[in-house]
């Protein structure tokens, strides 16, 4: 473990400044601010904020309408130790504390350590759309939740959650303007079905589009060829049949019609020459269906039913340029999940069940299937590869809580998951100059395994308003597949197994100065045996990709945030984010070596230092934040790293009774800097290794105006 003294002493010492600082008294010369409760519900026990033993970070409805934030993409780089890897149209691939996948390209497997969701729908590894419109929060929770997600949840989990249906009408409309052709407008209404029942049947309806020109021109074709043009529309019904059900439903369709564009030859960051431009395509139709029942005596049953169809297409000119060797990747996948989740929880009494204060049983099941057909049509060899992925998890869980004290609380979880895998990579490859076949290639690997984790978390309340928490929880990343038939076994592996990981925090929350400051800080220790790391093996357009096992890895760190109520308009904001890591050497069975250094994806600090000040009625408000992060390396058996950045967002607006006008900009002093970085040879005729730079959006402003009834 490297640094894990100066990490803890350093928790220490915060918690002593925040606990001395509650015992002094302060004059109340400034107004006592009120903080709504904010709950949290990607946890297994939904909680309100403040009572939560968990690193999390939340923002709620009023951070998400402050101007500039129009996709969960624009929060990423301000989270304590979230990460994530570019090379798409928006953010999908991401990472916490150093867990999580950075890609999926033909024959990778759709296997992600980061659970994403919209509400009850499941979209891991299908970031791209992450719309804010109409959203009520956006939580997320760091550290594996293998109590409440088991596989997909190694890293932690992002759930975005939307507005919901209200007995009353109300609704939103808003719209935004800005450089980068930037044109996006949303409507949203709900209110109830049945005015002499208000309560029986509700429904709230959010329409949303969005384009602009993706930052890219090209300069071949002269038009904007990674423009954005992304679609979604969401019903949620509520419906209280009578005093004992209570039934939740959403729909949700998304049709994400983006170019991809993005890299050139010389770095140049904002021209491409692409003969032949890509696509980043997304069509999502998805339900979701909860029921709750409180029909039981100390019990309340809640069955949760899931369906996702997902088409996408994912395309790149593989040269860059109208002037080599004229090779285009063309990806297209279908997936499909299904989940079904039952669960009972106890009513929240004392001695629910003797000893036990509270518990939580359940049950669940996903199936995942996902079809690809891989194309790359370089004239003189035209390849081709269709890969089958098809997936079942059966899960028990149980959580339990017993109370020593009115101020003491132990919380026991427990997990066990049965993963089954089976899949089927095909090559194909037709030589033009011959006009023949190479003979077939087919692999059909599987995998299954029984995994366990679960948690031990001790509460104390410190105080009335300071909450402590010291947990250790067993997560896990489920073995797999390797589906990409241009690998070769054995030397290459069809299989990888399961990795481990151990996670202790101790953490502290809480406010003082009568509310005015609240402030949460969490030390972490992750220890990770069998490490799963992908590798992949070419040059230019023709690349081979698996996942393997390396060694152990270790990850240490904190993230704390803090907020100041200056005064009852004006506030002051931080977090701070810390981690060191390290990679024990390995070496693959087919020779890939890597690790012995930090682990990619693990930048050493990060921090957003931010300032609001908005009226409690009509006037001008505005908000400030400069946000940081060291570098980090995108892979584990790369030495590239994407180079640190500091970057500065601010608004300024007016808000008149239901209307709110606001002039926004981001990345105010135009910093450059990467998403994502790679380190090969494309360029013909040598094909030399070199650095190559997916680099970040640049300086936007824009104004948007909403209204709101």
């Known amino acids: 473990m490297k640094h894990p003294i100066p990490t803890l002493l350093l928790t220490a010492v915060i918690i002593v400044a925040l606990t001395a600082a509650r015992a002094q008294t302060v004059p109340a010369v400034v107004p006592v601010v009120t903080l709504n409760a904010v709950r949290v519900t990607a946890d297994l026990w939904e909680s309100p904020l403040a009572r939560l033993s968990a690193s999390v970070t939340v923002y709620d409805d009023a951070a998400l309408r402050a101007g500039s934030v129009h996709h969960f993409g624009d929060l990423v780089d301000q989270i304590p130790n979230l990460t994530w890897s570019g090379g798409t149209s928006r953010p999908r691939y991401l990472q916490i504390r150093g867990v999580g996948e950075n890609s999926q390209y033909e024959g990778e497997t759709p296997d992600s350590a980061v659970r994403f969701l919209v509400d009850d729908l499941d979209f891991t590894g299908l970031g791209t759309l992450g719309g804010t419109f109409d959203m009520k929060q956006i939580e997320v929770l760091r550290g594996p939740q293998a109590g409440a997600f088991g596989a997909n949840a190694a890293g932690g989990v992002v759930r975005l959650v939307t507005n919901a249906p209200t007995p009353f009408w109300t609704g939103r409309v808003e719209t935004s303007i800005g450089e980068d052709a930037l044109r996006e407008g949303g409507f949203a209404i709900g209110g109830p079905l049945i005015a002499a029942k208000p309560e029986q049947f509700m429904a709230r309806l959010a329409i949303y589009q969005h384009n602009s020109g993706g930052f890219r021109r090209n300069v071949t074709l002269n038009r904007d060829t990674n423009a954005r043009d992304e679609f979604t529309a969401r019903l949620r019904l509520t419906a209280n049949l009578s005093p004992l059900w209570r039934w939740e439903g959403t729909v949700l369709f998304s049709d994400v019609n983006n170019g991809f564009d993005e890299y050139m030859l010389d770095n140049n960051g904002r021209r491409t020459f692409s003969g032949q431009p890509g696509r980043d395509e997304q069509r999502s139709t998805a339900g979701s269906l909860r029921g709750t029942y409180a029909g039981l005596a100390g019990a309340r049953l809640t069955t949760v039913t899931g369906g996702s169809r997902v088409k996408s297409i994912y395309s790149y000119d593989d040269d860059w340029t109208a002037a080599s060797y004229q090779g285009f990747s ?380």
């Open 330 to 709: 063309d990806l297209r996948r279908t997936r499909t999940v299904f989940n079904e989740e039952l669960r009972l929880d106890s009513a929240l009494t004392r001695a629910a069940l003797g000893w036990i204060d509270r518990w939580t049983l359940g049950a669940y099941f996903s199936k995942t299937d996902e079809d690809s057909a891989y194309t790359d049509t370089d004239p003189g060899n035209i390849r081709g590869l269709t890969a089958t992925y098809r997936a079942k998890n059966l899960s028990l869980y149980g959580q339990i809580a017993h109370d020593f004290s009115a101020h003491t609380r132990l919380i026991v979880g427990l997990r066990t998951e049965r993963v089954d895998l089976d899949g089927r990579g095909t090559k194909t490859r037709y030589r033009t100059s011959r006009g023949t076949y190479d003979p077939v290639i087919t692999f059909v690997p599987s995998f299954d395994d029984t995994v366990f984790g679960g948690k031990l978390t001790l509460e104390q309340d410190i105080a009335a308003d300071i909450l402590g928490f010291a947990s250790t929880t067993r997560g896990y990343k489920a073995g797999g597949i390797n589906i990409d038939a241009r690998i070769s076994p054995p030397a290459d592996p069809l299989t990888y197994g399961t990795e481990t990981l151990w996670n202790y925090e101790v953490g502290l929350r809480g406010n003082w100065l009568e509310h005015r400051l609240t402030g949460e800080v969490t030390a972490f220790y992750l220890d990770r045996a069998d490490t799963q790391v992908r590798d992949s093996a070419g040059f230019g357009g023709s690349y081979r990709f698996f996942t393997a096992n390396g060694r152990t890895a270790h990850i240490s760190g904190l993230e704390a945030s803090v907020a100041y109520a200056v005064t009852k308009e004006w506030a002051l904001r931080g977090t701070l984010a810390h981690m060191e890591s390290a990679l024990d050497p390995f070496k693959l069975t087919n020779g890939s070596t890597g690790g012995g250094r930090r682990l990619a994806n693990t930048p050493r600090y990060g921090y957003t230092l931010g300032t609001d000040y908005r009226p409690a009625a009509n006037g001008f408000f505005a908000h400030a934040e400069l946000v940081g992060r060291a570098l980090q390396f995108d892979s584990n058996n790369q030495d590239e790293a994407r180079r640190a950045f500091h970057i500065y967002n601010a608004g300024l607006g007016y808000a008149w009774r239901e209307w709110t006008f606001t002039l926004w900009g981001k990345n105010l002093l135009n910093e450059r800097y990467e998403k994502r970085v790679f380190f090969f040879g494309n360029e013909d005729p040598n094909y030399v290794e070199t650095r190559y730079e997916d680099r970040a959006d640049p300086r936007q402003l824009g104004v948007s105006a909403a209204y709101r009834f």
